[in-house]
């Protein structure tokens, strides 16, 4: 992670040179231009990485005047690079991405992170537990694939139907966000709020399972 954030950083820095970061490993610095940020995550999927499963990413996302405006998301194993702009499309490599059409839960794979060692307390760890179980006996599969950059870029590919997880950091997610929208997607906090940087909770969708999603994942909160 070390190393490949340093790798990043310079070759960012190199191409803009006055620009702030937030990255994953350093945290952030403050560059002469205000208005511009990278936001890296230099290997998204380190137990993955860690363990030889072929599923992880570079993520890197640029935002400028407190809104995501570009982000990038590379995954090696497959050479993918999924990437958007604002107000041009999502793509991945030269094709272009757009969300699925699926509207019903029981035709829907949706993916989560599930809170593991030194992630979440007891309760969040109960109340995800609630939500599986209202969940699964709705929708075609659940799928834990353990790195939130590709769970964003695979709903935007329409690989996915949904996703949901909460504690994540900015640099896990703000380059998915921008894809997920230019690829047609709808993009919340799972409470429906817009603060999903600064909470690290999401809820990432089609147009037509977004509400559906967030209906069992509200049932499953109260219990």
């Excluded at 006996?137 to 694939?145: K, N, Q, S, W, Y």
């Excluded at 949904?162 to 380059?175: F, H, N, P, V």
């Amino acid at each position: 992670d070390l190393k490949a954030e340093q790798t990043i950083h310079e070759e960012l820095q190199k191409a803009r040179p006055d620009y702030s970061f937030l990255m994953e490993e350093s945290g952030k610095t403050e560059g002469k231009d205000q208005s511009n940020r990278w936001i890296v995550d230099p290997l998204d999927g380190t137990m993955n990485f860690l363990h030889g499963i072929p599923h992880f990413c570079i993520s890197i996302a640029l935002e400028r005047d407190s809104e995501i405006f570009a982000g990038v998301i590379y995954d090696p194993t497959r050479d993918e690079m999924f990437w958007a702009e604002k107000g041009q499309g999502a793509f991945v490599n030269d094709k272009r991405l757009r969300v699925s059409g699926r509207a019903q839960a029981k035709e829907s794979i949706i993916a989560t992170g599930i809170p593991n060692r030194g992630r979440g307390t007891a309760k969040t760890q109960a109340l995800f537990s609630r939500e599986l179980a209202t969940m699964i006996p709705l929708v075609a599969g659940i799928r834990r694939m353990g790195s939130a950059a590709l769970d964003l870029a695979y709903v935007a590919a329409g690989r996915y139907d949904a996703y949901w997880e909460r504690g994540l950091g900015a640099w896990d997610i703000a380059a998915g966000l921008i894809i997920l929208r230019e690829a047609g997607g709808i993009v919340s906090e799972i409470n429906l709020g817009e603060r999903m940087l600064e909470s690290g909770s999401i809820l990432a969708a089609n147009g037509r399972m977004h509400d559906a999603v967030a209906d069992m994942l509200r049932k499953a909160a109260r219990g």
